[in-house]
Nanobody, 125 residues
C-alpha cells in the first residue's frame, strides 16, 4: 500500500483545513492520522475502520476533527475545524491491511503497516 497525503497549509486560529490521503495498491482495513509537532513524539489523532460507525479520536481533537473515507474506501479525509495553535504539526496518514478489534489498537502507531509522507499544518495568526 502506498499513501499520498495532501491538504496541509497555513491557517489562522479558528480556521479549517481538510486533509486527504489516497491509498493505492490495495484497499486498507484501518486508516488513520497521526501528527508530530516539533520536538515531540508522534501522537494519535483519529482513525477508522471500513465504516463510519468505527471512528476513534484523541481527546484533544474530539468535537473539532472528523475522519471519513470515500465510498471505495481508498481515500481517508480529516476535516479539521476550530483549529488551534497547538494543532500545528506534521500530519501523517496511516493504514493497515486489516481492521483492529479495539479502540486502543486503532490509536497505537506501531500497529499500522503503512505510513504516508507528512503534510505540514501550521495554525498561526
Amino acid at each position: 500500500v502506498q499513501l499520498q497525503a495532501s491538504g496541509g497549509g497555513l491557517v489562522q486560529p479558528g480556521g479549517s483545513l481538510r486533509l486527504s490521503c489516497a491509498a493505492s495498491g490495495r484497499t486498507p482495513g484501518a486508516m488513520g492520522w497521526f501528527r508530530q509537532a516539533l520536538g515531540k513524539e508522534r501522537e494519535f489523532v483519529a482513525a477508522m475502520g471500513r465504516s463510519a460507525d468505527r471512528t476513534f479520536y484523541a481527546d484533544s481533537v474530539k468535537g473539532r476533527f472528523t475522519i471519513s473515507r470515500d465510498n471505495a474506501g481508498n481515500t481517508v479525509y480529516l476535516q479539521m475545524n476550530s483549529l488551534k495553535p497547538e494543532d500545528t504539526a506534521v500530519y501523517f496518514c496511516a493504514a493497515n491491511g486489516l481492521t483492529f478489534a479495539s479502540s486502543r489498537a486503532y490509536s497505537t502507531r506501531g500497529n499500522y503497516n503503512y505510513y504516508g509522507q507528512g503534510t505540514q499544518v501550521t495554525v498561526s495568526s
